[in-house]
């Protein structure tokens, strides 16, 4: 640790600092081509098989807007209430990295397509507001890929290697302005910020918005200047932040610091910094460029965009409703409450319970499958709720079969593991495996004798009124029937049987 290691306590730092935050939010569009060629963009393609002269940027090669990527970039701006421009210019960002090989990035700045919006963001009840600075359009660059180190950073790694498939997919990036006045809720203001905006995003279809796969990426900023200031301190710029919680670590952290930078008298730099997932800390980067070191100017290989207001309109027509109005209606419907639909979205299982109930099954039927047995598979398999191969129509069937007594919970779950197994359709895995309950009386009567016969002192003991007792003769029942019977009426059998 060196002395800027240092750290003041979460609680006594924000007692005498006040924290403003801002972020900054990369999404790579969910488009089926590239920003500015007709490669393809799927994710995890063998390296450097999506690429051409354009995208490589080799001599003579000419770029052509996509016009997808701008009516994503207006239907998000729309959605962040934005103004739309109604004229821009893309603008060349010119600075040298190994994997950008142009070695300038096609990008907007002093002319982005949307500015001026806001989001409104729930942080424990109360509606922060969040403005939006501006939403503009680049183009993604390629992956570096060091080799031969332990850290898989460039420093000791024997050589590096370059993968340009991603360079060229377009990339949007959303800007707030400083956000103050969250305090001791400035971490907690930060991830709610970014899970808002991820669940608006996916709302809009525009981007599958992954963090883990780097769909969307944060760099997360903080200040601290003592309570009571007339100017904000310093900022730092915490890069490539890769999943919710860490946002909230990030900025966390770098309260904790700059509190102790300030308490020793130093003065904060400003500079990029990079986030370590293992130990939440963070680490100086580069010292942080100024607008003027990248020598933008316009792109004279592109035409302005004008996007016409009709189409813009039309855009707007089209928004679907907003999340956090959709997830109200859903919670009044359902009956549910504040911290039950949070769990709900937070699992990522709201749009899959919404599509079971649509299928017909109830909400809390719903809920307990996707919550309960599904989450738990899900876990197993380290997968997305939502990647388990079974569909909420078929969940909606189990949960169906389940309410008409053709399964109890068992057997359901039998019929769950065939479905994600690939046996089919549920109603297919109960004819083919005979998995249905055992609703025949005379079978079951016939097993409940067979079970008092086998146990004479078991059935003793119930007959005297040890009641707890027939608990063996319902296991030998159910063993008997493989588990398909229907234990309330088993158990009621006994006790007739027994006069008990
Ligand atoms: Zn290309």
Same mark, same amino acid.
């Given at each position: 640790?060196?002395?800027?290691?240092?750290?003041? !306590?979460?609680?006594?730092?924000?007692?005498?600092?006040? *924290?403003?935050?801002?972020?900054?939010?990369?999404?790579?569009?969910?488009?089926?081509?590239?920003?500015?060629?007709?490669?393809?963009?799927?994710?995890?393609?063998? *390296?450097?098989?999506?690429?051409?002269?354009?995208?490589?940027?080799? !001599?003579?090669?000419?770029p052509?807007?996509?016009?997808?990527?701008?009516?994503?970039?207006?239907?998000?701006?729309?959605?962040?209430?934005?103004?739309i421009?109604?004229?821009?210019?893309?603008? =060349?960002?010119?600075?040298?990295?190994?994997?950008?090989?142009?070695?300038?990035?096609?990008?907007?700045?002093d002319?982005?397509?949307?500015?001026?919006?806001?989001?409104?963001?729930?942080?424990d009840? #109360?509606?922060?507001?969040?403005?939006?600075?501006?939403?503009?359009?680049?183009?993604?660059?390629?992956?570096?890929? @060091?080799?031969? %180190?332990?850290?898989?950073?460039?420093?000791?790694?024997?050589?590096?290697?370059?993968?340009?498939?991603?360079?060229?997919?377009?990339?949007?990036?959303?800007?707030?302005?400083?956000?103050?006045?969250?305090?001791?809720?400035?971490?907690?203001?930060? =991830?709610?910020?970014?899970?808002?905006?991820?669940?608006?995003?996916?709302?809009?279809?525009?981007?599958?918005?992954?963090?883990?796969?780097?769909?969307?990426?944060?760099?997360?900023?903080?200040?601290?200047?003592?309570? %009571?200031?007339? +100017?904000?301190?310093? #900022?730092?710029?915490?890069?490539?932040?890769?999943?919710?919680?860490?946002?909230?670590?990030?900025?966390?952290?770098?309260?904790?610091?700059?509190?102790?930078?300030?308490?020793?008298?130093?003065?904060?730099? +400003?500079?990029?910094? @990079?986030?370590?997932?293992?130990?939440?800390?963070?680490? &100086?980067?580069?010292?942080?460029?100024?607008?003027?070191?990248?020598?933008?100017?316009?792109?004279?290989?592109?035409?302005?965009?004008? !996007?016409?207001?009709?189409?813009v309109?039309?855009? #707007?027509?089209?928004?679907?409703?907003? !999340?956090?109005?959709? #997830?109200a209606?859903?919670?009044?419907?359902?009956?549910?409450?504040?911290?039950?639909?949070?769990?709900?979205?937070?699992?990522?299982?709201?749009?899959?319970?919404?599509?079971?109930?649509?299928?017909?099954?109830?909400?809390?039927?719903? =809920?307990?499958?996707?919550?309960?047995?599904?989450?738990?598979?899900?876990?197993?398999?380290?997968?997305?709720?939502?990647?388990?191969?079974?569909?909420?129509?078929?969940?909606a /069937?189990?949960?169906?079969?389940?309410?008409? %007594?053709?399964?109890?919970?068992?057997?359901?779950?039998?019929?769950?593991? &065939?479905?994600?197994?690939?046996?089919?359709?549920?109603?297919?895995?109960?004819?083919?495996?005979?998995?249905?309950?055992?609703?025949?009386?005379?079978?079951?009567?016939?097993?409940?004798?067979?079970a008092?016969?086998?146990?004479?002192e078991?059935?003793?003991?119930? =007959?005297?009124?040890?009641?707890?007792?027939?608990?063996?003769?319902?296991?030998?029942?159910?063993?008997?029937?493989?588990? +398909? &019977?229907?234990a309330? /009426?088993?158990?009621?059998?006994?006790m007739?049987?027994?006069?008990?």
């Amino acid at each position: 640790m060196t002395v800027s290691d240092t750290l003041v !306590p979460f609680a006594a730092a924000v007692e005498r600092y006040e *924290p403003v935050i801002g972020l900054e939010t990369h999404v790579e569009l969910g488009t089926r081509t590239k920003m500015f060629c007709g490669c393809t963009t799927t994710f995890g393609a063998e *390296p450097n098989t999506q690429v051409c002269p354009v995208c490589l940027g080799l !001599p003579g090669s000419l770029p052509v807007v996509n016009r997808t990527a701008i009516e994503y970039t207006i239907r998000i701006g729309l959605a962040l209430n934005c103004t739309i421009a109604e004229w821009c210019r893309f603008a =060349r960002k010119n600075y040298f990295y190994p994997d950008m090989p142009k070695n300038f990035q096609i990008s907007q700045y002093d002319e982005p397509l949307c500015t001026d919006g806001w989001l409104d963001v729930d942080v424990d009840g #109360r509606t922060l507001r969040v403005g939006i600075e501006r939403v503009h359009l680049e183009e993604d660059t390629g992956k570096s890929l @060091h080799v031969g %180190g332990a850290t898989g950073r460039i420093h000791g790694a024997a050589y590096s290697l370059v993968d340009y498939n991603r360079a060229g997919i377009p990339l949007v990036e959303i800007v707030t302005k400083p956000i103050p006045g969250t305090g001791a809720d400035a971490p907690v203001a930060a =991830r709610r910020y970014v899970t808002e905006l991820r669940d608006l995003l996916r709302s809009l279809h525009v981007s599958d918005v992954r963090m883990e796969e780097g769909s969307l990426r944060c760099d997360v900023n903080t200040s601290l200047a003592p309570r %009571g200031a007339a +100017q904000w301190g310093t #900022r730092t710029e915490t890069k490539n932040v890769n999943s919710l919680r860490s946002v909230e670590r990030a900025v966390e952290f770098e309260i904790e610091r700059q509190a102790a930078v300030l308490d020793a008298g130093g003065r904060v730099k +400003q500079e990029t910094r @990079h986030f370590h997932e293992d130990t939440g800390t963070t680490t &100086a980067g580069r010292s942080k460029e100024e607008a003027q070191d990248y020598r933008y100017f316009p792109e004279p290989d592109l035409v302005p965009v004008a !996007p016409p207001r009709d189409w813009v309109e039309q855009i #707007r027509a089209a928004l679907p409703e907003p !999340p956090a109005a959709r #997830r109200a209606r859903l919670r009044a419907e359902w009956d549910l409450s504040e911290a039950d639909m949070a769990a709900l979205a937070n699992a990522g299982a709201l749009d899959l319970v919404a599509e079971t109930v649509a299928a017909g099954a109830s909400p809390a039927d719903a =809920r307990k499958w996707w919550r309960g047995e599904l989450a738990r598979r899900a876990n197993a398999a380290g997968a997305e709720l939502s990647a388990l191969a079974i569909s909420p129509a078929q969940v909606a /069937r189990v949960s169906e079969l389940v309410a008409a %007594g053709t399964l109890n919970d068992k057997l359901a779950r039998q019929v769950i593991d &065939a479905v994600l197994d690939g046996a089919g359709d549920p109603d297919e895995v109960v004819a083919t495996r005979g998995l249905a309950v055992v609703s025949d009386e005379s079978a079951l009567t016939t097993a409940v004798d067979e079970a008092i016969a086998a146990n004479p002192e078991v059935a003793a003991k119930v =007959r005297d009124g040890k009641v707890a007792a027939a608990g063996v003769l319902l296991g030998a029942v159910m063993k008997a029937t493989r588990g +398909q &019977a229907d234990a309330a /009426r088993v158990r009621e059998l006994i006790m007739e049987r027994l006069g008990s």
